[in-house]
T-cell receptor, first 114, second 113 residues
Framework: DAGVIQSPRHEVTEMGQEVTLRCKPI?????LFWYRQTMMRGLELLIY????????DSGMPEDRFSAKMPNASFSTLKIQPSEPRDSAVYFC????????????FGDGTRLSIL | SQKIEQNSEALNIQEGKTATLTCNYT??????LQWYRQDPGRGPVFLLL?????KEKRKERLKVTFDTTLKQSLFHITASQPADSATYLC????????????FGKGTHLIIQP
């Protein structure tokens, strides 16, 4: 079975450019999560969706970050404009239910903002 | 503020021995606690989940304990193998409410042949 698919795997871009990260969750999963991982802060939840509706975006660092889930099989995380401090690995995860349920992670997008 | 602590130093264990990893938390009342494994360049992979009313959970060579009084979980790998070398993350789940999982920074485990 296909797991969570993220693209691109690596992204290098210059400061000020728009960055779009993509995620395809596991079919049938009703929750989708976006995380960011850095050495300093570890793995941080940015936003999560239930049935395509954003539930909690309190982890989104700034208005430069936005996330959408137009349908059950696709989500995007956009950064506009990007800054060097946004450099990190961004993970998408999905699950069936939220409370007490394991999350299935993609292999992440390594983002470098020059 | 809420805080989750895992051994920040790498843990070196001889092959065949039991590896024990610690997850301590403060200012938190999790309903569940999860453990994940992360390999370099990969996403975390779910291993085990334990509920607040469970003391211990086992899966093959893995064992997790959960002490809500001490606010601590221990993760054990028995008969450790070099293939067990990875970073192990604990994650707290408050249960109901809007919060998602809160992860510790992980412990890097190295099993030496």
């Amino acid at each position: 079975d296909a797991g969570v698919i993220q693209s691109p795997r690596h992204e290098v871009t210059e400061m000020g450019q728009e960055v779009t990260l993509r995620c395809k969750p596991i079919s049938g999963h009703d929750y989708l999560f976006w995380y960011r991982q850095t050495m300093m802060r570890g793995l941080e939840l940015l936003i999560y969706f239930n049935n395509n509706v954003p539930i909690d975006d309190s982890g989104m660092p700034e208005d430069r970050f936005s996330a959408k889930m137009p349908n059950a099989s696709f989500s995007t995380l956009k950064i506009q404009p990007s800054e060097p401090r946004d450099s990190a690995v961004y993970f998408c995860a999905s699950s069936i239910g939220r409370e007490g349920q394991p999350q299935h992670f993609g292999d992440g997008t390594r983002l470098s903002i020059l | 503020s809420q805080k989750i602590e895992q051994n920040s130093e790498a843990l070196n264990i001889q092959e065949g021995k039991t590896a024990t990893l610690t997850c301590n938390y403060t200012n938190y009342s999790p309903a569940y606690l999860q453990w994940y494994r992360q390999d370099p360049g990969r996403g975390p992979v779910f291993l085990l989940l334990i509920r607040e009313n469970e003391k211990e959970k086992r899966k093959e060579r893995l064992k997790v304990t959960f002490d809500t009084t001490l606010k601590q979980s221990l993760f054990h790998i028995t008969a450790s193998q070099p293939a067990d070398s990875a970073t192990y993350l604990c994650a707290l789940d408050s249960g109901g409410g809007a919060d998602g999982l809160t992860f510790g920074k992980g412990t890097h485990l190295i099993i030496q042949p």
